[in-house]
């Protein structure tokens, strides 16, 4: 398709210029540049093909950055990056040095909020408007939120808020019935009969049918009174905020038309939307929850399934085959069933799996619940995510001793997510809450040991791995709670690390041929210092890699207990996005960056 419209567009003043029908080919033309450039560098594609019409009209009809566009996560906001400036830059999506994934604000002044974490927006969206109420800014204040995401506490909150309050914000439920698995809970449900109920729907029809269009529009306080008789009043109206919708997200014209109409609202409001998510692209309607966060593919063929395993899939079918013998067991997820591994699990045992939705406090809470009541729970979370939870692991499970297993998935860097997903800060928050047993396996046969062994543990136990296809490095069978020698060379010259930092070692021990003991610290806490003081005692020189910020980490732990180790950590700082190799090479914690330490001043 010829982008001619697409290749004018440089900034949002650009859109007012259009008429319907050629925001309707930019719409067009937008979702094949989507396709061709998400296919290429990987991102997020389902949510982005289905919010292209909102995107457009909110900035056909607001006037950013003056009036601020606020949005849940981001990962639904490429076509806001593309008509802001950024369309040329589109090529560098993900990779170092180039365009984030996610709203950044250091980016564009039309990224008036950055996120990579779901149900922020409606409360930033107020803390926007009451700022400007106080100074007498008469600008506008639009949050664009998921559906998925209002299933979010914060977002609950916000609302209740928002609800007895006259600041002027203007919520826009995009509602596409999905966040990244399936929407659960009651309020999808609510949305869902609000979508299909046939007696509004039939009623509304037939008043569009049959009466004039100006009489149709003064009976709006009419419809609203019907709308209550026919079905149980909004969830938003309830909460004090006057409630528009549903209308269609892929209608540009009405999409227009009604936010131009509830652009003057005092007060707060909300507005209803349908999209489609992964609207253009077949393969990614069908499967939205699958094309929701891709990497490259060729879009006439589609996404492969993966021909190697990964951490995550290894948790979930150890899992599997564990509760498969013991009822006991149940995988709880917060809304990540596909992405922890928990796919087969969900199918096959669904009486024995619990997704909460996109809150993770909440997953955790009431597996604390269930461990007191003789259930076993794994929760199985993002290390990024599980920091929203962090209160909840210390009060209500570390605190009571509940017995409950978190998978902590995507530890470590993760790469083109950026700053907003580096698992490379739970070593420091976790370690820092007495009771908790936190482990972090070498290698797949190890993490399935561990799951096992964790399963027969009266106390809390956290398990760590990262984001990347398992490996295996031998079939140790010595106990999880000592440390586990892996190179014994009679060297004066040990390495100690964990998870893949252990294994890059191993790789540079071997490439290098250095003449380095190696040891594997899989039990991070809590922490045998007699045990480490006894094998430090044995070498001149110990040398401790690990992929986590410094403050707070087990080598600063270590640093400060012995004299005779040095240590090399990430920087105590924001990790950008790049691929995970990338970024292991810039913070030398690659086989190269590795060997150079083990060289280094070894006489």
């Not at 457009?56 to 601020?68: R, T």
């Not at 006439?300 to 021909?307: H, N, T």
């Not at 599980?386 to 692991?393: P, V």
Request: charged content about 25%.
């Amino acid at each position: 398709m010829n982008a001619g419209i697409l290749n004018s567009i440089h900034s949002p003043t650009d859109l007012k210029r259009l008429s319907i029908e050629q925001l309707e080919q930019l719409a067009a033309e937008i979702r094949v540049f989507l396709l061709d450039n998400v296919s290429k560098s990987g991102g997020h594609l389902s949510s982005n093909l289905g919010s292209v019409e909102l995107i457009l009209a909110l900035h056909y009809v607001f006037d950013s950055p003056n009036d601020q566009i606020i949005f849940d996560v981001g990962h639904q906001a490429y076509t806001h990056k593309i008509i802001t400036g950024r369309r040329e830059k589109f090529t560098s999506l993900r990779k170092i040095d180039g365009l984030s994934g996610f709203l950044k604000r250091n980016e564009s002044e039309h990224d008036i909020y950055g996120a990579g974490h779901a149900s922020t927006a409606v409360s930033a969206a107020f803390g926007f408007a009451y700022a400007k109420s106080l100074f007498g800014n008469s600008s506008h204040t639009i949050a664009v939120v998921g559906d998925g995401a209002l299933g979010g506490g914060l977002s609950f909150e916000a609302l209740n808020l928002l609800g007895e309050r006259s600041e002027k914000v203007l919520v826009i439920v995009n509602d596409n019935s999905m966040s990244i698995s399936e929407n659960v809970g009651a309020l999808s449900k609510t949305l869902n009969q609000l979508r299909t109920s046939r007696g509004y729907t039939e009623f509304k029809g037939r008043l569009h049918r049959f009466l004039p269009q100006r009489a149709v529009r003064s009976l709006k306080n009419i419809k609203t009174r019907v709308r209550h008789l026919l079905q149980p009043a909004t969830f938003f109206e309830s909460m004090g905020m006057r409630y528009y919708g549903p209308i269609d997200g892929h209608d540009l014209a009405g999409l227009i038309d009604n936010l131009r109409a509830l652009r003057d609202i005092e007060g707060p409001v909300v507005l209803h939307v349908h999209t489609q998510k992964g609207r253009g692209y077949e393969k990614a309607v069908d499967r939205p929850d699958t094309y929701h966060g891709v990497g490259s593919f060729c879009p006439e063929e589609g996404l492969c399934s993966p021909s190697k395993q990964d951490f995550s899939s290894v948790m979930g079918e150890k899992l599997y085959q564990m509760a498969k013998k013991d009822s006991r067991i149940v995988a709880v997820t917060a809304a990540m069933s596909q992405g922890t591994g928990l796919e087969v699990f969900e199918r096959n045992l669904p009486e024995q799996f619990l997704d909460v939705g996109i809150a993770e406090a909440n997953a955790l809470n009431v597996a604390a619940g269930m461990s007191l009541q003789g259930v076993k729970p794994f929760v199985a979370i993002y290390s990024t995510f599980l920091q929203r939870a962090y209160d909840i692991i210390l009060h209500d499970i570390a605190l009571q001793g509940c017995p409950v297993v978190i998978c902590v998935d995507r530890s470590g860097l993760v790469g083109a997510d950026g700053e907003t997903h580096q698992g490379i800060y739970d070593v420091a928050f976790l370690s820092s809450i007495p009771g908790l047993r936190i482990w972090a396996p070498k290698d797949k046969p190890e993490l399935e040991r561990m799951l096992e062994a964790a399963r027969d543990m009266d106390e809390p136990v956290a398990i760590r791995y990262p984001k990347d296809t398992a490996w295996t490095m031998n079939q140790d069978q010595s106990d999880l709670d000592r440390i586990e020698m892996i190179e014994q060379k009679g060297s004066d010259h040990l390495a100690l690390s964990y998870g893949r930092t252990l294994k890059h070692i191993c790789e540079a021990v071997e490439k290098y041929d250095l003449h380095v003991d190696v040891a594997n610290l899989r039990q991070l806490m809590p922490l045998n210092f007699k045990e480490l003081e006894e094998l430090f005692s044995r070498y001149r020189r110990v040398c401790f890699f690990e992929e986590v910020v410094f403050n707070g980490s087990t080598a600063q732990k270590l640093k400060a207990a012995f004299s005779n180790i040095e240590v090399k950590t990430l920087p105590d700082s924001f990790i950008e996005q790049g691929t995970v190799a990338e970024l292991l090479r810039k913070y030398g914690l690659d086989v190269e960056g590795i060997a150079h330490v083990l060289r280094e001043n070894k006489s």
